[in-house]
């Protein structure tokens, strides 16, 4: 069997004259690509390969519903007695919050013999050997995963790069915006996100055979052009069968969700020919306000008790202590040193009253670097408008976490929402600043922070997202100068794949902050650190850049 990292570089002389191909020219220069110019075209990759299509959805037949019968049904296993196999199911959940596992769980009971070759639709699979959608991919019953981020489930890395199970990576809101589109009977829409990507050119494996060759990639997109800018055409995701978790079910179907859990759990509900809620209360009719109901009963076709309870993927808890003082504790290595000096710089990019999207790593330092008594309203993913710091031990909640996957709290005034709605503030531009992570930017501010050719993909998430509107919402990227080896992570032109073209403002590091004119795609140092001087960012940096006459010193 190939190992997993000698099959992807095996792909990547492929992915890098793809990238190539993205990454030449400026936004007039956009080469417009769908599938019929790919098939017309001998000399293009596209010709010689299989695309994925949506021919198989509603391909099976779908559990009949009786609107006139009860929807309650005895146990989970009863109301997923009649799914087929070949289904599309729609899964909701984010990580382990929200997760339908006890429809899982019965689901897996049937085993591969009775329910097979299903196409499972989620953010990510669950976690290995706890939860989620992993149970049905380790049980072989999954043919085909959609979802955004692999993340750590090496059990679904292998069985994807070996053939066994095909996955199809979109970007997080994007995934979001096609099932809420199919929800809503629209068969397709536009999206800046993904535009100049592997995602625009199919260029994305989608299945492996089982010697680690490719035998399908994902499908170019149709491109156009509105006030300016490229969308990318995407079309609307529907499933067979939708299996989500509510904390309160009345026995019409209403239901109620807590927090974070409603990331996709509506939105799924409604793209489904048949949708199955487990409630971890179910009510009499009437006893939930109408005011309270998150998804009116008309979505939803069976109710099952939830016998699982609800668990984190990620339990982040802080101690008392860690509120009293932040110089507590030992000396500082070099690298925390760096890191504070970035985040700190960062933190000033974040101005009173601002909604802000702070990345992973490095980017979520700055919140903790913000000047007494100065308000600013993190808004987190997959769903939350008011994140607040992690939990006391006492204080975990299994229904609230972060993007990370980790539990948090919300401060006074906070909102939480589905995903649709949270990409829409992402992509609508409402969002004043977002700061994330690289691997590499460019002079002219595009960003890769998401993939290298040779080692192994974990998906984008939502990080294509959160670029997809530049002019409305600050990008700035908050990283190390150099990477482990050394090698520059500000760049000329980025080799790796991108996650936005043109879509950076601000760089800082730990060794200077340059200022990006993404028009004309150059680099102006306007900060330098203590101690260092411009020969050594010169030496440093891969990209050309000029100083600016009134340089100032980081603090």
């Not at 909640?397 to 939480?416: R, S």
């Not at 192994?456 to 190390?480: C, Q, R, Y």
């Not at 073209?501 to 730990?510: C, F, M, P, Q, W």
Request: glycine letters at 8%; a positive charge.
């Amino acid at each position: 069997m190939a190992s997993p990292a000698r099959v992807i570089r095996q792909t990547a002389p492929f992915l890098v004259r793809q990238l190539a191909a993205c990454n030449r020219g400026g936004p007039r220069q956009l080469r417009v690509v769908s599938a019929k110019s790919a098939r017309l075209n001998l000399e293009h990759p596209a010709a010689r390969r299989r695309f994925s299509s949506t021919r198989h959805w509603r391909s099976v037949q779908v559990p009949a519903v009786d609107r006139s019968d009860s929807k309650l049904y005895a146990s989970a296993d009863e109301a997923v007695a009649d799914i087929k196999s070949g289904s599309v199911i729609l899964s909701s959940g984010f990580g382990l919050c929200g997760v339908a596992e006890t429809l899982i769980r019965a689901i897996r009971r049937r085993g591969p013999e009775s329910l097979h070759s299903l196409t499972a639709v989620s953010n990510n699979a669950g976690a290995e050997g706890r939860g989620g959608l992993a149970l049905l991919t380790e049980a072989g019953m999954v043919d085909r995963m959609i979802m955004s981020f692999l993340g750590a489930n090496k059990k679904l890395e292998k069985q994807y790069l070996t053939g066994k199970i095909a996955v199809e990576l979109c970007p997080q809101g994007t995934l979001a915006e096609r099932i809420r589109a199919a929800g809503s009977g629209i068969p397709a829409f536009f999206t800046p996100t993904g535009g100049r990507t592997l995602v625009q050119e199919g260029a994305i494996p989608a299945r492996f055979d089982e010697n680690g060759n490719v035998v399908e990639y994902g499908k170019p997109r149709e491109t156009r052009i509105f006030n300016g800018r490229p969308f990318l055409m995407e079309t609307a995701l529907p499933g067979d069968v939708a299996i989500l978790r509510a904390w309160k079910v009345d026995k019409a179907g209403n239901c109620v969700f807590r927090y974070t859990t409603k990331s996709f759990a509506p939105l799924m509900a409604k793209a489904a020919k048949l949708s199955i809620v487990e409630a971890e209360n179910i009510v009499e009719v009437g006893e939930i306000d109408p005011n309270e109901v998150d998804l009116p009963g008309i979505f939803v076709d069976r109710i099952v008790p939830a016998s699982v309870p609800s668990q984190p993927e990620v339990v982040k808890t802080r101690s008392p202590k860690s509120t009293e003082t932040k110089e507590s504790g030992a000396p500082k290595s070099e690298a925390l040193i760096r890191r504070d000096r970035i985040a700190r710089r960062a933190a000033k990019e974040l101005k009173h009253g601002y909604y802000v999207n702070l990345g992973v790593g490095i980017p979520t330092l700055a919140a903790s670097f913000l000047p007494p008594g100065q308000q600013v309203w993190l808004q987190s993913e997959n769903g939350i408008l008011g994140m607040g710091d992690y939990p006391l031990p006492e204080e975990v909640d299994p229904d609230i976490v972060n993007a990370g996957k980790e539990t948090v709290t919300l401060v006074p005034g906070a909102a939480t929402f589905d995903s649709s709605e949270s990409f829409s503030m992402i992509r609508g531009g409402h969002v004043d600043v977002s700061i994330l992570g690289a691997l590499q930017v460019s002079a002219a501010g595009d960003l890769a922070n998401y993939m290298i050719p040779g080692k192994v993909f974990k998906g984008m998430g939502g990080a294509m997202d959160l670029v997809s509107n530049p002019d409305n919402t600050k990008i700035v990227v908050a990283t190390e100068h150099v990477a482990k080896d050394g090698s520059s992570k500000i760049v000329q032109q980025c080799s790796l794949p991108l996650t936005g073209a043109r879509v950076v403002s601000t760089i800082i590091t730990d060794l200077a902050v340059f200022e990006v004119d993404r028009k004309r795609g150059t680099l102006t140092l306007t900060e330098i650190a203590p101690g260092i001087d411009v020969e050594e960012v010169k030496r440093k940096t891969d990209a050309t850049f000029e100083a600016a006459e009134d340089l100032k010193v980081m603090e």
